[in-house]
């Protein structure tokens, strides 16, 4: 299909030219892109406090020091019990909208998409400042339920995004079909709906995990100590010191989520493979 | 096909009055996608208590508090301050985005036009700083930016200036922070427009006699424009509410919305004025992302897929 660039493609030597520019900036593009965390990852092991480029040494004490201090993995498990709940709420209430929205007879539907997406693009200063009053009202605010419910209100719309689209890759009248045919509602989720979006839903979900674990703003306002997050704890670090215990910690954080987003690729690729497979 | 009720919704035809033709229309038959419109009850009674009666309430008390007052809104706008932090927010956002187009239009088009394995790996080296904590990235930006950083070092050690750049604290280090950081929400709705360029017509151009730079102008551009529209938005909505880079790589003078409202809040413990300059910053907010859902015709973050 996409064969190779078109515009550039004159004659000989020319092309070739373009080609070249093209790859170059490529490159450059691409460090950029990665030069932030590739300077993280080396800090981690440089046996100076301060970053001199090259390092002079190697060591691995920040990786120590990290383990010796057990605020680092309170704020980790406390990640992880706000992260998950997210996800799940965020895929319950994201894959309900998609179907509702995509598939349903619904009025207003302009506006329901436009609620769903809302959070994504609004700045989340203001749903901090709306959800804090609102969460002490209702007696939560020191709880990890208060987060929990701020970090699915902007997990929705990526779940949303991810099942909409999956919806979209396959016709629906063959849930009609499964319907006419005599399943009931939640059989007819459960065998014909759920295995044509299941990745839609996991890489929604895996989003929506991400998005809490990497949230600050609402964590600053909806975490109390006992319940502060990894990137509120990295914040509060950041204003005492540059130390590079965090760019360990950093490094740590980066290594999982590659792993999950690993997950989630390989995940793509089994399905897209299935597809192919089938003619 | 012969007319039923699923091909037509107005089947049977009836003498019946308009209203109960209606009723029959909508209401006899049972159908799947009215099953499914009660899908979304759960999803939208769950934003409509976390999320909308939240920013009603940020609107209600920016006048409301601490008694009913404009007094609120005639220090915003009073203050020098927080009109320079508005406007000195568009500006910067209005800056990151340029400068993300202008990187990521090639990179996309190098990444829509490789195949295969090159592309694949391109894709995930996009979205890898994309999985990468904001905070982090900043952190990162805040090391290299540093005086005796890999930045100023380099330079040195190049020649190219005699003694360390002052970068941290300028409006420079902001924006590169930022257009790192926003630089995938710009490639990826790129790459998807450019991935839908019917190749044939760049050729019909070429063959016809068109110089490749106005294939480019006249044809290619036009043809992604979605995917910049998309992606400009997308950048520019977001950068309005940036936080975490803004106050890690700027000073005093780089005051974004987003930490004046948290300054208030934190620092002044000023609700009502917090409650007021964060309605302004909706207001900006809201209205510019309904001008995008208007111009995507309803499509809008879609095309983030």
Redesign the interface.
Known sequence: ??????????QGFERDVTRWI??G??VL??T??????A??VL?SFSNQR????PPPGWTLHWYEAVREQPRWLTATINSFCIGIPTALLAI???T??A???A????RF??F????????????????A???Y??LVDMRLQDSYIAVI??H??IG??LVF??V??SLRSYP?SL??AA?TLGAG?WQAFRRVTLPMIWVGIVSGGLLAF?TS??E??LA?FLTSPGTETL?RL??DQ?SFA?SPT??AV?TL??VL??L??GFA?YLGARRSALKRAQP | MRPGPLTDPAFPPTNAAPRQQYRLAHGKYWSIAREHAWMVVPPVAFLGVFLLLPLARVVFSSFAQPTWTLGNYAKVFDESFYLRSFWYTIEVAFCVTVVCLVIAYPLAYAIASSRGRSQKLMSVLVLLPLWTSVVIRSYAWLILFQRQGPVNSILLALGWIDEPLKILQTSTAVEIGMVHILLPFMILPLVSAMLKVDRTLLRAARVLGARPVKVFTRIYIRLTLPGITAGCALVFITSLGFFITPSLLGGAQQTMAAMMIEQAVSVFLNWPLASALSTVLLAMTVSLYLIYAKLTGGEMGMALK
């Open positions: 299909m996409s064969g190779r660039p078109i515009i550039a493609s004159t093209l790859r900036y490529t593009a691409f950029f892109l990665l030069l932030p965390i300077i993280i800090m301060y970053m001199g480029f319950v209430f994201g309900l909208a179907l509702g929205i598939r349903g007879d619904v539907r302009k329901l998409l436009l609620l769903m997406m809302a959070p994504m693009m609004l700045p989340h200063v203001i749903i400042i709306g959800l009053p609102t419910i701020g699915t209100v929705v719309p995004i991810t909409t689209a629906a849930d009609l319907r509602t991400a674990f990497d600050l703003m600053l990137p990295i914040w950041l540059l965090l760019a950093a954080i980066l989520s590659v999950l987003q690729v």
